[in-house]
């Protein structure tokens, strides 16, 4: 019996374990064919012999038992060790997963703000023609106010939209009033600094109803609440400027978000940001697409301007770049 315990002790394996159990109660195994000679011991010894035999089975039982349980928990042991998760490892899988462009981000908050108010989104081309880009938004040929959007002119007088501003005059040509809609989109410009890019997004904003419908009161009020709505507890202010499609136009700014309005660097000591145009939509847009007695506002930002102030971006030049140390900020 020494032999069969010594062989069990010394199993590294389950399935070494498995075979010795076989050898002993298996169908041709020791114990078996030694229970099975127990018919031809003669009687005075059978009881010893039996005795004997059930003595062995228990004890040889109980050591396949003991071992098989050692070798299940070593096992165990040896896959937890293996497989064990370390919750603070920097995970390399997910690392790699892409991540919202910070513009593509501040385009999306805008979009779904002024959806939640009921504005549609409009889109147009990027390739335009004169007429739409400036003719019908009250920029004649040669007129001054031209000189503010130089852009890169293709044949036939088609340019690169220097605006999403010809947004509104498709839409105001394609349907009709009360009209309430957005217009995103990529602009361009011949322009190359640390706050300008010959190519950026705007967003455009245009609200008509009938005559006595719309005041300057409602644009102030639906800015108001939207650049709250993104810059969070800042002030409003709306400063008298000039746009050739509006009359009154406005420049709007925010209370700056860096030194809460006591001045820095950011803000060129004024205490203000300056974020978005707007104003009352002037009677020659209204003309140059036939609409009569209709009242209206538009506003018009651009999308990488804020998001440089949200998210402190130094050089908005950087947002194009695809440089992933910075883009990869925005996880
Ligand atoms: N189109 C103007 C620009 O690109 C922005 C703008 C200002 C749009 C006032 C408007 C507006 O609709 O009313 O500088």
């Not at 035999?53 to 098989?68: F, G, P, T």
Request: charged fraction near 25%; aromatic fraction near 12%; charge should be negative.
């Amino acid at each position: 019996m020494q032999n069969w315990l010594d062989k069990i002790y010394k199993t590294t394996t389950i399935e070494e374990l498995e075979t010795i159990r076989v050898d002993l109660f298996g169908k041709k195994g020791f114990l078996t064919v030694e229970f099975a000679r127990l018919k031809d011991i003669p009687n005075e010894q059978k009881k010893e012999f039996a005795q004997n035999l059930n003595e062995q089975k228990e004890v040889l039982n109980k050591a396949l038992e003991l071992k098989k349980t050692e070798l299940f928990n070593a096992e165990l042991e040896k896959t937890l060790k293996a497989e064990k998760i370390d919750v603070t490892r920097f995970n390399a899988s997910t690392s790699n997963v892409g991540a919202y462009h910070p513009v593509a981000y501040t385009m999306d908050r805008i979009i779904k703000y002024f959806q939640n108010l009921n504005f549609a989104v409009e889109i147009g081309p990027m390739v335009e023609d004169d007429f739409h880009n400036f003719e019908a938004l009250n920029l004649p040929k040669y007129h001054p106010a031209r000189d503010m959007q130089d852009t890169f002119y293709c044949k036939d007088m088609m340019l690169l939209r220097t605006h999403t501003s010809p947004v509104q005059i498709r839409t105001m040509q394609n349907q009709k009033p009360p009209i309430r809609m957005i217009a995103p989109g990529r602009v361009f410009r011949r322009d190359f600094d640390l706050t300008h890019t010959p190519m950026f997004n705007q967003i455009e904003g245009l609200v008509v109803d009938s005559s006595d419908k719309i005041s300057f009161a409602n644009l102030k009020h639906v800015l108001t609440e939207f650049l709250q709505h993104m810059f969070g507890d800042v002030e409003v202010r709306f400063r008298p400027s000039f746009f050739p499609f509006t009359e009154p136009s406005a420049e709007v700014d925010i209370s700056c978000i860096f030194c809460g309005g006591d001045g820095c660097r950011v803000c060129s000591h004024t205490g203000w940001l300056e974020v978005l145009g707007c104003g009352i939509v002037d009677e020659n847009v209204f003309k140059a697409v036939g609409y009569e007695d209709v009242s209206g506002y538009a506003f018009g930002l651009g999308v990488e301007r804020f998001a440089m102030l949200i998210h402190k971006i130094g050089d908005l030049r950087s947002l194009f770049e695809s440089d992933l140390r910075l883009l990869g900020q925005f996880k």
